[in-house]
C-alpha cells in the first residue's frame, strides 16, 4: 500500500448569472492526475449559498430541461419574504453543493455520459470557489 496523501486545491471560476451550467468535469480530471493519488476519493465542494453541484449529462437539451425543472419548482416570479434572491437560495437548498467521486487507478471515476456541473443559482454573475479535496495513497 502506498503512502496516504491529502491535496487541497482551490479553483475559480466566473459565472454569467441565473441558471449557468459551468462543466468542472476536466478540471478535476487533472486535478486528480496531478494530484499523483492512485486509489482513493475526491471530494468537490462550492462553498457558496447560492450554488450547487451536479452529476448528469451535459447535453444542451438537458440542461435547457433541468433550468424548467428548477424554475418549475422554485419560480423566480414568486413573493419571498427575503429580498431579491429567495429563490436563490431556495433552489440550492434542493441539491447538494458538493460531491464525491472515486479515484480508481489514478483517474477520477465517473459514470457513463456523466459530466460534474456547477450550476449558478443567484441574480447576479458571480466569481466562485471551487474547494477540490483529493484523498488516497500513492
Not at 48 to 77: M, Q, S, W, Y
Not at 78 to 103: E, Q
Amino acid at each position: 500500500m502506498g503512502e496516504f496523501k491529502v491535496v487541497n486545491v482551490r479553483h475559480l471560476i466566473s459565472t454569467k448569472g441565473e441558471i449557468d451550467f459551468i462543466d468542472l468535469s476536466d478540471v478535476v480530471r487533472s486535478e486528480v492526475e496531478n494530484a499523483g493519488v492512485t486509489n482513493g476519493l475526491v471530494h468537490i465542494f462550492a462553498p457558496h449559498a447560492t450554488g450547487i453541484l451536479l452529476l448528469t449529462e451535459n447535453d444542451d437539451a438537458l440542461l435547457r430541461d433541468i433550468n424548467a425543472f428548477i424554475n418549475e419548482l422554485v419560480p423566480k416570479k414568486k413573493y419571498y419574504n427575503h429580498p431579491s434572491n429567495a429563490h436563490a437560495h431556495l433552489r440550492s437548498m434542493l441539491f447538494p453543493p458538493d460531491r464525491t467521486l472515486p479515484i480508481v487507478n489514478g483517474a477520477v471515476e465517473f459514470g457513463t455520459w456523466q459530466s460534474l456541473l456547477f450550476v449558478e443559482t443567484d441574480v447576479y454573475p458571480r466569481k466562485r470557489t471551487i474547494l477540490i479535496q483529493i484523498i488516497g495513497t500513492q
